[in-house]
């Protein structure tokens, strides 16, 4: 569980070929990695890795193809920044909202402008994903937690203020550019209770 705070921005050093799937080498930057253990799960760009090995200066972690398909992962290079956050634990501040880590689908940027101090930015998301956006809800874009401004069928748009545009990678959006989206799982979990109860079969207690 994560909380869609991005801790620091981390750089891919190599992608290691490993059986049909790939090895992600991370430097994670300015990430404290003192409380992380090999097998801590932490966030990359939105999506939940397990930590294979620590290596001094970041960390490795399997992703499948299934990952590499599904998510922005399969798109990344040498170089490429990540937003990294480890797993909230006990007592931790929740600072954002609830996340899973497990990315829900690929949306894509359709526009982006300036707004007063801020930066607007309106991605599409795929049709079985827009019912789930509400304005004022929550939303994870590239594992960071936002605050979804309007709803357009199936688009949406976000306010990124300077920090969140210095601290994270979505300061270098452009247009057309792809991200992991994430809902928010409460809305998930009411969706469901809502078919259930609107199904006569549904056994009740």
Not at 17 to 31: C, K, N, S, Y
Not at 42 to 69: K, M, P, W
Not at 72 to 79: C, F, N, P, Q, Y
């Amino acid at each position: 569980m994560f909380t869609g705070i991005v801790q620091a921005i981390g750089r891919i050093r190599d992608l290691e070929p490993v059986g049909g799937d790939v090895r992600l080498v991370i430097d994670t930057g300015a990430l404290d990695l003192g409380r992380v253990a090999i097998g801590d799960s932490i966030s990359v760009s939105g999506a939940c890795l397990t930590v294979v090995t620590l290596t001094g200066t970041g960390f490795t972690a399997d992703v499948s193809r299934e990952t590499l398909a599904l998510t922005t992962l399969g798109s990344l290079g040498k170089d490429s920044p990540v937003n990294l956050e480890p797993a909230l634990r006990a007592g931790d501040a929740l600072g954002g909202h609830y996340v899973t880590g497990h990315v829900d689908g690929l949306g894509r940027v359709v526009s982006t402008r300036d707004d007063a101090r801020s930066w607007r930015v309106v991605i599409e998301v795929p049709a079985g994903l827009a019912r789930y956006l509400a304005p004022k809800g929550s939303v994870t874009v590239e594992g960071v937690s936002l605050t979804v401004n309007e709803v357009d069928a199936r688009t949406f748009g976000v306010n990124l203020i300077p920090h969140t545009r210095t601290v994270t990678t979505l300061g270098g959006l452009v247009k057309g550019a792809a991200v992991n989206l994430e809902i928010d799982v409460i809305a998930r979990y009411v969706d469901r209770l809502m078919k259930a109860s609107s199904d006569p079969g549904t056994p009740t207690a």
